[in-house]
């Protein structure tokens, strides 16, 4: 099992109901089961158009109507083979468009739940406490600043003494 099935599996039944559509868990995996029935389908046709082409060239010369209705059986298993190949391709395309659709909507619900638990943060901050307290580690800073450049600078001691 793939690690988006895994992601996208869950979710009730009834509560799906009580919304009124279905959920997109149990979307995807309808998606998923009817692209599974088509590729098996496929599979099947793909193998009947092998069998025709085989029954045609059998046939060849020796009985050209037989090999004419193995071709024109095969004609028609190419047809229904296109045919699902475009039903295949607009699953994919709705299944992959739910899986990102599913995936924004929990991104949003979690950036809602992140703005939130910032905006509790940010509820006992008062802008003019957070500027004096910035101004405060400047002035802090400076004194520090100043002390280290007393301590580190040469003061005269031995210019003090004139010869």
């Known amino acids: 099992m793939s ?32 692209e599974e029935m088509l590729s098996k389908k496929q599979e099947y046709l793909e193998t009947r158009i092998e069998r025709e082409l085989a029954a045609a060239r059998h046939h060849g010369t020796k009985n050209k109507r037989a090999a004419l209705q193995a071709l024109k059986r095969k004609k028609r298993y190419e047809k229904q083979l ?15 468009a739910l899986e990102n659709s599913h995936t924004n909507t929990e991104v949003l619900k979690n950036m809602g739940y992140a703005a ?34 007393a301590i580190s600078s040469r003061t005269a001691f031995g210019d003090e003494f004139d010869e």
């Open 3 to 34: 690690k988006i099935s895994k992601f996208f599996k869950g979710g009730g039944s009834s509560a799906s109901k009580g919304r009124g559509g279905p959920s997109p868990q149990e979307a995807l995996a309808r998606l998923r089961e009817t």
């Open 82 to 96: 296109s045919q699902i190949d475009g039903t295949l391709s607009t699953i994919e395309f709705q299944r992959e």
């Open 116 to 149: 939130q638990a910032m905006k509790k943060v940010h509820e006992n901050m008062d802008l003019n406490k957070i500027d004096d307290l910035m101004q405060d580690i400047t002035e802090q800073q400076d004194v520090a600043q100043e002390i280290s450049d």
